[in-house]
Structures are given as structure tokens and as C-alpha cells.
T-cell receptor, first 112, second 110 residues
Framework: GAGVSQSPSNKVTEKGKDVELRCDPISGHTALYWYRQSLGQGLEFLIYFQGNSAPDKSGLPSDRFSAERTGGSVSTLTIQRTQQEDSAVYLC??????????FGEGSRLTVL | KQEVTQIPAALSVPEGENLVLNCSFTDSAIYNLQWFRQDPGKGLTSLLLIQSSQREQTSGRLNASLDKSSGRSTLYIAASQPGDSATYLCAVRGNYQLIWGAGTKLIIKP
């Protein structure tokens, strides 16, 4: 696609529910990142995918968080048993190896 | 461990002024440095990327410089406009991982 696409743009859920956030990177980009940004805060790294290599999951805050990338393209970030502290904007970015990083508009998650 | 600092945290200037935003980093072993802007409630927009072998990059009214030896990059904005108001972030790439500054919130007063 022309840019990084994320869905949904907004998600309101109840505490304890599971949510899935989707990222469709720029076509041909080998690297895909997930970040989290809480209100008024900086970017928090979550997970990184590069080609067929094992992902770097070092930023995932708990085992309730998981992500996969199918066919080296679309990625899904899953949060199980959501908590109020999970409320944030989840940003996806992609790049071709070490070339410029491009971001999607983000998915705003609100956990009630 | 790489650390990235952006000073000032906030800046307010009248429209039309030229201004400089600063980004400093502690480890000079980098692949590149990228500047972004973020508008409220939006994702990040890439502005400029400087490879480690480069000294500067220009795009329109923006000019970014890189001095690896001193661990500094600057983003120069010429003839600032109210539409330039945003938070500006720099990110340093050591390998695949990017280390982010906390950003400079820029307000251009009409």
C-alpha cells in the first residue's frame, strides 16, 4: 500500500476483554515495529519483526501481549484480558531494512 | 547504552523566525538518525534521515545536520509558520533498534 495502515483507529473495550490491533505495512518493507504511546508520553518499544528472523519481543510488558506477522506482511498485536493501564495509542511502523521508518496513524485503545 | 536527549523540551517563537532544535546522543556508533514530527493525536511523520556518513540533509525549509564525533544533530527550520507547530522527535538507529529522544514541543505564534 501507499502507507502504513492500522485498524481500528479507535477501540473502546471493557476491562478483561481481548483486543486485536492490525497493521498493514508498506508493501515490500521487511521491518515492522510496534510501539505504545501513553497520553503525553514518549514512545515505548514493544516488538520488532525483520523478515523471517525471530522477532524481538523484549519490549512486551507482560505475557498478556503477543504479536504475529503473517507471510512477512500484515501484523496483529493481541492484548488479552485488557487492563486500564493498557489504554494508549498503539503505533505501527515499517521500513526497508535500515531505511527511513514510516508510521501509521495509530490505534487508540481505551479500556473502561 | 545509547541515550538520546532533546533540548529544549518546549519552545515557543513568533512566526517567521528561524529556529534550531537539538538532539544529542551518547554513542557515536550509529547507522543513521531520523527526525520526525508528531501532531496531536496523530502518528509520526518522517521529516529527514541522515546516514552516518552524511553531514546534512535538506528538505524545503528544513535542514538537518549530523556531527557524529560530538554526538549531536540539529534540525534547522527556516521562516517558521504556525503549521510547523508540533512535537519534533529524533531517533538514533544503532542497528535495527531505534533509540528515541523525548521530543521538543514547538509552538509557532501567529
Amino acid at each position: 500500500g501507499a502507507g502504513v495502515s492500522q485498524s481500528p483507529s479507535n477501540k473502546v473495550t471493557e476491562k478483561g476483554k481481548d483486543v486485536e490491533l492490525r497493521c498493514d505495512p508498506i508493501s515490500g518493507h521487511t521491518a515492522l515495529y510496534w510501539y505504545r504511546q501513553s497520553l503525553g508520553q514518549g514512545l515505548e518499544f514493544l516488538i520488532y519483526f525483520q523478515g523471517n528472523s525471530a522477532p524481538d519481543k523484549s519490549g512486551l510488558p507482560s505475557d498478556r501481549f503477543s504479536a504475529e506477522r503473517t507471510g512477512g506482511s500484515v501484523s496483529t498485536l493481541t492484548i488479552q484480558r485488557t487492563q486500564q493501564e493498557d489504554s494508549a495509542v498503539y503505533l505501527c511502523a515499517s521500513s526497508l531494512d535500515l531505511h527511513p521508518l514510516f508510521f501509521g496513524e495509530g490505534s487508540r485503545l481505551t479500556v473502561l | 547504552k545509547q541515550e538520546v536527549t532533546q533540548i529544549p523540551a518546549a519552545l515557543s517563537v513568533p512566526e517567521g523566525e528561524n529556529l534550531v532544535l537539538n538532539c544529542s546522543f551518547t554513542d557515536s556508533a550509529i547507522y543513521n538518525l531520523q527526525w520526525f514530527r508528531q501532531d496531536p493525536g496523530k502518528g509520526l511523520t518522517s521529516l529527514l534521515l541522515i546516514q552516518s556518513s552524511q553531514r546534512e540533509q535538506t528538505s524545503g525549509r528544513l535542514n538537518a545536520s549530523l556531527d557524529k564525533s560530538s554526538g549531536r544533530s540539529t534540525l534547522y527550520i527556516a521562516a517558521s509558520q504556525p503549521g510547523d507547530s508540533a512535537t519534533y522527535l529524533c531517533a538514533v538507529r544503532g542497528n535495527y533498534q531505534l533509540i528515541w529522544g523525548a521530543g521538543t514541543k514547538l509552538i509557532i505564534k501567529p
